[in-house]
């Protein structure tokens, strides 16, 4: 690609920029298909996609907890574009992929829990996922590891796993049992671990990465990338660590000694401000367990051993790929699919309205468009199905609900909507905007924080009358926003 060549495709784009102006951008954003043609690019890119479960913003690139160690997905996001404010749709495993997979907001989907696979919900049966709409255009499509979380496993047990027939070829070796054997030792020995009635349970593993599943996953993305493709590929490796429980390889522990470990910042009576919908949310029994054994600082060591045991995987797949022949032409996109809480707001796990459940690290670098950027805008995961049919210059897709970003990512100073609905069940939703999160819960229960003044969300402002007009105006923006969302 020649510097005359993108100067040249550049002006175009700006040309066509200045006709979209008057495009509204309280909502999705329509008019991206003719901007999305003119990506300078020689052929049709591939696509790797690397999902993180459970990946909060503690990546170190991110700066959420300055002692991780994620060098791997750091040296990605340095030369990437790397999304600072990316926001879930549902703060839980499969509403958030199924959103994010469908295109559809979880309003749409009505999928908002674990156990209902979309495809048994009505109108929904035969949609399109990201996956089959790169096949529908000519796609070879390949996965591994938890792309999908399908409730459908062996003998009705639940397990995470893929949406049958969404992949073209699929390697679902120890899906859901993410160490073999040693998982069930260690869990019936709840050794390292606290008691609690979840399994919140962590513990170091004397297993090399070869044999774990994660790495496998991996290593099966790895050997995709070393084949010969006649088709442009879409390949998505679904990397299960940090899910819980925290059972890593015993190096990854030995990367931090809880004893120096700096805890979250936390005040006292944080929840005393918050309505009680939001008060139930916080798994407060096992926050009380964990302090009452003194286990706060190691269960961030478990966390965070498994967060640089997923980097590490994540980093196998990332050489493998700068190692093959579609380096040049094959975007990436590394992802979470909601945050995580680890004792904030006296909350350990996901599935809540507050920042460290709701944000996780979006990260996208198109070889198109190699210079990179750190960007604050806010973006929503529901925007990754039609970005990518935008980077990859395929004919769009006019249901989504989420906005292509591709003309943001050729132009940072081009539009975007700015904000990000997440929402828990029904009728409990949070708008985050660049300076404010306002969450409403079905009760009419109200949380208003200003992120300028208090990024650890503490003050809680719905009841300030100073916030008032603040307040009125997002009360608004989330009930027009919603509104757009009917169901299908
Ligand atoms: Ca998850
Ligand atoms: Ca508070």
Same mark, same amino acid.
């Given at each position: 690609?020649?510097? $005359?060549?993108?100067?040249?495709?550049?002006?175009?784009?700006?040309?066509?920029?200045?006709?979209?102006?008057?495009?509204?951008?309280?909502?999705?954003?329509?008019?991206?298909?003719?901007?999305?043609?003119?990506?300078?690019?020689?052929?049709?890119?591939?696509?790797?996609?690397?999902?993180?479960?459970?990946?909060?913003?503690?990546?170190? $690139?991110?700066?959420?907890?300055?002692?991780?160690?994620?060098?791997?997905?750091?040296?990605?996001?340095?030369?990437?574009?790397?999304?600072?404010?990316?926001?879930?749709?549902?703060?839980?495993?499969?509403?958030?992929?199924?959103?994010?997979?469908?295109?559809?907001?979880? =309003?749409?989907?009505?999928?908002? *829990?674990?156990?209902?696979? &979309?495809?048994?919900?009505?109108?929904?049966?035969?949609?399109?996922?990201?996956?089959?709409?790169?096949?529908?255009?000519?796609?070879?499509?390949?996965?591994?590891?938890?792309?999908?979380?399908?409730?459908?496993?062996?003998?009705?047990?639940?397990?995470?796993?893929?949406?049958?027939?969404? &992949?073209?070829?699929?390697?679902?070796?120890?899906?859901?049992?993410?160490?073999?054997?040693?998982?069930?030792?260690?869990?019936?020995?709840?050794?390292?671990?606290?008691?609690?009635?979840?399994? =919140?349970?962590?513990?170091?593993?004397?297993?090399?990465?070869?044999?774990?599943?994660?790495?496998?996953?991996?290593?099966?993305?790895?050997?995709?990338?070393?084949?010969?493709?006649? !088709?442009?590929?879409?390949? $998505?490796?679904?990397?299960?660590?940090?899910?819980?429980?925290?059972?890593?390889?015993?190096?990854?522990?030995?990367? %931090?000694?809880?004893?120096? @470990?700096? @805890?979250?910042?936390?005040?006292?009576?944080?929840?005393?401000?918050?309505?009680?919908?939001?008060?139930?949310?916080?798994?407060?029994?096992?926050?009380?367990?964990?302090?009452?054994?003194?286990?706060?600082?190691?269960?961030?060591?478990? %966390?965070?051993?498994?967060?640089?045991?997923?980097?590490?995987? $994540? *980093?196998?797949?990332?050489?493998?790929?700068?190692?093959?022949? %579609?380096?040049?032409?094959?975007?990436?996109?590394?992802?979470?699919?909601?945050?995580?809480?680890?004792?904030?707001?006296?909350?350990?796990? !996901?599935?809540? @309205?507050?920042?460290?459940?709701?944000?996780?690290?979006?990260?996208?670098?198109?070889?198109?468009?190699?210079?990179?950027?750190?960007?604050?805008?806010?973006?929503?995961?529901?925007?990754?199905?039609?970005?990518?049919?935008?980077?990859?210059?395929?004919?769009?897709?006019?249901?989504?609900?989420?906005?292509?970003?591709?003309?943001?990512?050729?132009?940072?100073?081009?539009?975007?909507?700015? &904000?990000?609905?997440?929402?828990?069940?029904?009728?409990?939703?949070?708008?985050?905007?660049?300076?404010?999160?306002?969450?409403? %819960?079905?009760?009419?229960?109200?949380?208003?924080?200003?992120?300028?003044?208090?990024?650890?969300?503490?003050?809680?402002?719905?009841?300030?009358?100073?916030?008032?007009?603040?307040?009125?105006?997002?009360? !608004?923006?989330?009930?027009?926003?919603?509104?757009?969302?009917?169901?299908?």
């Amino acid at each position: 690609m020649t510097m $005359a060549r993108i100067t040249q495709l550049t002006g175009c784009l700006l040309i066509l920029l200045s006709c979209a102006a008057s495009v509204p951008t309280g909502g999705t954003i329509a008019a991206t298909e003719v901007i999305t043609a003119q990506i300078p690019r020689d052929s049709t890119p591939n696509v790797l996609l690397i999902m993180i479960d459970d990946m909060n913003d503690w990546v170190k $690139a991110y700066g959420g907890n300055p002692q991780a160690i994620t060098p791997n997905i750091d040296r990605f996001a340095a030369r990437a574009v790397r999304f600072d404010n990316a926001y879930c749709s549902a703060p839980l495993c499969n509403p958030s992929r199924t959103s994010l997979l469908t295109g559809y907001s979880p =309003l749409k989907t009505g999928v908002y *829990g674990n156990s209902t696979h &979309f495809r048994d919900v009505a109108g929904l049966k035969d949609v399109v996922t990201l996956p089959q709409y790169f096949a529908a255009n000519g796609y070879a499509t390949f996965a591994a590891g938890k792309i999908f979380h399908s409730p459908r496993g062996p003998s009705g047990k639940p397990r995470p796993g893929s949406d049958p027939g969404s &992949f073209q070829e699929e390697w679902r070796g120890g899906l859901g049992v993410p160490f073999p054997a040693e998982e069930d030792r260690f869990r019936a020995l709840g050794k390292g671990s606290v008691k609690t009635p979840k399994n =919140l349970d962590w513990a170091p593993i004397a297993i090399a990465d070869e044999n774990t599943n994660d790495w496998q996953i991996a290593d099966y993305g790895a050997q995709v990338l070393a084949r010969e493709h006649d !088709k442009p590929f879409f390949l $998505a490796c679904g990397i299960f660590r940090p899910h819980l429980p925290w059972y890593a390889p015993e190096k990854y522990f030995n990367l %931090y000694d809880a004893d120096t @470990l700096q @805890l979250p910042e936390v005040i006292a009576n944080d929840l005393a401000d918050v309505p009680v919908l939001g008060q139930r949310m916080a798994k407060q029994e096992a926050h009380e367990m964990i302090i009452k054994q003194g286990k706060w600082k190691e269960a961030m060591r478990g %966390y965070l051993a498994s967060l640089s045991y997923a980097d590490a995987c $994540a *980093g196998h797949l990332l050489d493998a790929l700068e190692n093959s022949k %579609y380096a040049d032409n094959t975007i990436v996109v590394l992802m979470g699919d909601h945050g995580w809480n680890l004792g904030e707001k006296r909350h350990w796990s !996901k599935n809540a @309205l507050w920042e460290e459940s709701a944000k996780t690290p979006l990260i996208i670098f198109d070889p198109a468009r190699p210079e990179p950027i750190v960007t604050d805008r806010v973006v929503s995961l529901l925007d990754l199905y039609p970005t990518l049919i935008g980077l990859s210059g395929l004919p769009p897709k006019e249901d989504l609900d989420g906005t292509d970003l591709s003309r943001f990512l050729l132009d940072p100073t081009a539009d975007t909507p700015g &904000f990000a609905l997440t929402t828990k069940d029904e009728g409990n939703h949070s708008l985050r905007t660049d300076r404010y999160r306002y969450t409403r %819960y079905r009760d009419g229960g109200e949380e208003l924080y200003d992120h300028q003044s208090d990024p650890m969300e503490w003050k809680n402002l719905a009841d300030d009358p100073a916030a008032a007009e603040v307040l009125d105006r997002l009360r !608004k923006q989330l009930d027009r926003y919603t509104a757009t969302l009917t169901p299908n």
